[in-house]
T-cell receptor, first 113, second 114 residues
Framework: QQQVKQSPQSLIVQKGGISIINCAYE??????FPWYQQFPGKGPALLIA?????SEKKEGRFTISFNKSAKQFSLHIMDSQPGDSATYFC????????????FGEGTQLTVNP | NAGVTQTPKFQVLKTGQSMTLQCAQD?????MYWYRQDPGMGLRLIYY???????DKGEVPNGYNVSRLNKREFSLRLESAAPSQTSVYFC???FGTGAVYGYTFGSGTRLTVV
């Protein structure tokens, strides 16, 4: 059972455009929602994270939008660059440290020059 | 400071063979995790260890065993490899506390079972 569902599976965006990746979760006990970025041949790396007490978090060109009532959250990449081409994973967990992250299926983003 | 180191990077096994994937961290992580990554399925948790000497099953533990003999090392063993275990395996250590925490992943082991 996939507790965190992610879409789209793949995304192609032109340089300078906005990339949007969506995730939906089922477990209302989840209270921590990070996004990970993975480049080919590397392990995923933490990109940005949000807790449900805020509806938006922004770090540079990356923004997480969170809708608690809909149990959805999304990653927006503004002014997308070819260097942003990677696989992105959303995730969720119930607790803080010591918890187990449940990951979405992943989105392969390609930003064309 | 290497972070999380996995060995080997690549491995080909025949069905029925056994092997151990090694993971070592130098970041003083208490919790460590083993995930497998398959196309379209994201990262699925195999086993995790909250502290030295303790391990627990994750989402897909069948066919695997783990060992956490000390704080630095967390190994994953396949006793009798099957083609369904062809995957990329990632070890991770947990960092941070409270408001922000996350995983430091190794670079992965790409395993093919023929």
């Amino acid at each position: 059972q996939q507790q965190v569902k992610q879409s789209p599976q793949s995304l192609i965006v032109q340089k300078g455009g906005i990339s949007i990746i969506n995730c939906a979760y089922e477990n209302t006990a989840f209270d921590y929602f990070p996004w990970y970025q993975q480049f080919p041949g590397k392990g995923p790396a933490l990109l940005i994270a949000i807790r449900p007490d805020v509806s938006e978090k922004k770090e540079g060109r990356f923004t997480i939008s969170f809708n608690k009532s809909a149990k959805q959250f999304s990653l927006h990449i503004m002014d997308s660059q070819p260097g942003d081409s990677a696989t992105y994973f959303c995730a969720a967990s119930k607790e803080t440290s010591g918890s187990r992250l449940t990951f979405g299926e992943g989105t392969q983003l390609t930003v064309n020059p | 400071n290497a972070g999380v180191t996995q060995t080997p990077k690549f491995q080909v096994l025949k069905t029925g063979q056994s092997m151990t994937l090694q993971c070592a961290q130098d970041m003083n992580h208490n919790s460590m995790y083993w995930y497998r990554q398959d196309p379209g399925m994201g990262l699925r948790l195999i086993y995790y260890s909250a502290s030295e000497g303790t391990t627990d099953k994750g989402e897909v533990p069948n066919g695997y065993n783990v060992s956490r003999l000390n704080k630095r090392e967390f190994s994953l063993r396949l006793e009798s490899a099957a083609p369904s275990q062809t995957s990329v395996y990632f070890c991770a250590g947990e960092f941070g506390t409270g408001a922000v925490y996350g995983y430091t992943f190794g670079s992965g082991t790409r395993l093919t079972v023929v």
